[in-house]
Nanobody, 127 residues
Framework: QVRLVESGGGSVQAGGSLRLSCAFS????????MGWFRQAPGKEREGVAT????????TYADSVKDRFTISEENAKNLVYLQMNSLKPEDTAMYYC????????????????????WGQGTRVTVSS
């Protein structure tokens, strides 16, 4: 069982920045994948970014490319989502997710749901 705990959400004005953190418990195997997802009220959940375990390759949703950065600090069991140039449409509950999978499907577009999820952290961007 992998445990995930998000933090760092809050309220910010458009154009501002936030950094979300996801603390994770130890992975038994090295082929893990981690991702950030978000869900706005009345909308479907959307994949935001993924990273191959150990600081490998990353993928991003088109809507956040060049504004958001996913990274991992392996020594501290943390994954971050740095969010810059925030827009009101970024307002959502953000979730950290993880599981074991081949790196070829560690992407925001892979139609494979994650096994482990955090409780979420809310981000509100005002105009």
């Amino acid at each position: 069982q992998v445990r995930l705990v998000e933090s760092g959400g809050g309220s910010v004005q458009a154009g501002g920045s936030l950094r979300l953190s996801c603390a994770f418990s130890e992975f038994t195997y090295s082929n893990y994948c981690m991702g950030w997802f978000r869900q706005a009220p009345g909308k479907e959940r959307e994949g935001v970014a993924t990273i191959v375990g150990g600081g490998g390759s990353t993928t991003y949703a088109d809507s956040v490319k060049d504004r958001f950065t996913i990274s991992e600090e392996n020594a501290k069991n943390l994954v971050y989502l740095q969010m810059n140039s925030l827009k009101p449409e970024d307002t959502a509950m953000y979730y950290c997710a993880a599981d074991y999978r081949d790196k070829s499907i560690c992407t925001v577009v892979a139609d494979v749901d994650f096994d482990y999820w955090g409780q979420g952290t809310r981000v509100t961007v005002s105009s």
